[in-house]
């Protein structure tokens, strides 16, 4: 069974640019969980889907967009990006929720100069 | 200018001796915990996880301890290896929340 997929592995990005992470969750998954890790702040909560509706969101300004597809793929968009965005980029997902097995991926490096 | 790291507990210990990870939680209503390990260059691996209306749980060399009256969970890894060597972090979740809140981590070290 393959595991939680996440596209590209690396980026580099400039100041004021956007950019779309992409999640492909494990097969019958439903319940994906996107988290922001720094070495300052550790691994902070994004948002999560369920269904392709957003289900909770962290404490993060709206310039952090996400959605799910009915295949259950999600994918983030941070617009306007800021050097502090720098971070790597994890995706999580579960079978109904994060009160079950919670599985993430590899993560995606983002670097914004 | 650049911004301080979080300070991460380390813990050192003999390869083949037993180790234990400490956790404290600061949620009451939190009641589903999973331990996670990473590897540097990767993403938290799943390890075990705890609901708790458990006070133990096992799984293949590790243990989970729950104790809700003080708010702490612990990992115990028996006979450890050099391929435990990562940090390992807690997360908590409370019922009502769809959300993971994670622990700084602890950087596990395991010397030959």
């Known amino acids: 069974k393959a595991g939680v997929t996440q596209t590209p592995r690396y980026l580099i990005k400039t100041r004021g640019q956007q950019v779309t992470l992409s999640c492909s969750p494990i097969s019958g998954h439903r319940s994906v969980s996107w988290y922001q890790q720094t070495p300052g702040q550790g691994l902070q909560f994004l948002f999560e889907?369920?269904?392709?509706?957003?289900?909770n969101k962290g404490n993060f300004p709206g310039r952090f967009s996400g959605r799910q597809f009915s295949n259950s793929r999600s994918e983030m968009n941070v617009s306007t990006l800021e050097l502090g965005d720098s971070a790597l980029y994890l995706c999580?997902?579960?079978?109904?929720?994060?009160?079950?097995?919670?599985?993430f991926g590899q993560g995606t490096r983002l670097t914004v100069v | 200018g650049e911004s301080v790291g979080l300070h991460l507990p380390t813990l050192s210990v003999q390869e083949g001796d037993n180790s234990i990870i400490n956790c404290a939680y600061s949620?009451?209503?939190?009641?589903?915990f999973i331990w996670y390990k990473q590897e540097s260059g990767k993403g938290p691996q799943f390890i075990i996880d705890i609901r708790s209306n458990m006070d133990k749980r096992q799984g293949q060399r590790v243990t989970v301890l729950l104790n809700k009256t003080v708010k702490h969970l612990s990992l115990q890894i028996a006979a450890t290896q050099p391929g435990d060597s990562a940090v390992y972090f807690c997360?908590?979740?409370?019922?009502?929340?769809?959300?993971?809140?994670f622990g700084s981590g602890t950087q596990l070290t395991v010397l030959p």
């Open positions: 889907y369920f269904s392709e509706t957003q289900r």
């Open positions: 999580a997902s579960s079978l109904i929720g994060v009160r079950t097995e919670a599985f």
């Open positions: 997360a908590e979740n409370a019922g009502s929340a769809r959300q993971l809140t």
């Open positions: 949620n009451s209503a939190s009641d589903y």
